[in-house]
């Protein structure tokens, strides 16, 4: 059974521009979930979807933004982007709410 | 000061030991996840826990509710064990607050 894919692996974008990550979760799992993870401020999360709706948003400026397909594949979009937002950028799928799946992340590089 | 507090920051053990790393919150939490991140940023989910106790292996986690506290006690520890372990609380508003992470290193 694939597990949780993200793409791309590594971005490299300058201030200013946006940039859309891309989370397919297992196959099945309707809820997906979205972190940021940076050295200063740790893991923190961003938003999550299940069945195409927004459940959850973190505590997180309107810049980042996601939504989610009808076949669950998610994308988040950071607009505008400042250098503070270099961070690695997990989702996470699950069936139940027990167990999360982490995809191994995007790293992006704001220069 | 933070939601979620770990303690230690660090933790270096000798193959063998037993390990125990704390975690408390000062919010109202549904839900206590203990996770395992590798070197190269992969993280897994260990265990979820709204009460008492989990054994998974050589993986234990417990939750005292009203303390607002968990641990997570590793036994008899080999070098694989080394990793960053984060807890983290599921919020009233559904999201997921974590603390810091406690870096582990078992020496052979």
């Known amino acids: 059974k694939a597990g949780v894919t993200q793409t791309p692996r590594y971005l490299i974008k300058t201030r200013g521009q946006q940039v859309t990550l891309s989370c397919s979760p297992i196959?099945?799992?309707?809820?997906v979930s979205w972190y940021q993870q940076t050295p200063g401020q740790g893991l923190q999360f961003l938003f999550e979807?299940?069945?195409?709706?927004?459940?959850n948003k973190g505590n997180f400026p309107g810049r980042f933004s996601g939504r989610q397909f009808s076949n669950s594949r998610s994308e988040m979009n950071v607009s505008t982007l400042e250098l503070g937002d270099s961070a690695l950028y997990l989702c996470a799928s699950s069936l139940v709410p027990e167990k999360l799946f982490f995809g191994s992340g995007t790293q992006l590089s704001v220069l | 000061k933070n939601e979620v507090e770990q303690s230690p920051q660090n933790l270096t053990a000798q193959e063998g030991e037993f390990i125990t790393i704390n975690c408390s919150y000062s919010?109202?939490?549904?839900?206590l996840h203990w996770l395992q991140q590798h070197p190269g940023g992969g993280i897994v989910s260990l265990f979820m826990l709204s009460s008492g106790k989990k054994k998974h292996g050589r993986l234990i986690a417990t939750i005292n509710i009203q303390e607002k506290h968990s641990s997570l006690h590793i036994t008899a520890s080999h070098p694989r064990d080394s990793a960053v372990y984060i807890c983290a609380v599921g919020g009233s508003q559904g999201n997921l607050i974590f603390g810091k992470g406690t870096k582990l290193s078992v020496k052979p």
């Open positions: 919010v109202g939490i549904s839900a």
């Open positions: 196959s099945g799992h309707r809820s």
């Open positions: 979807y299940f069945s195409e709706t927004q459940r």
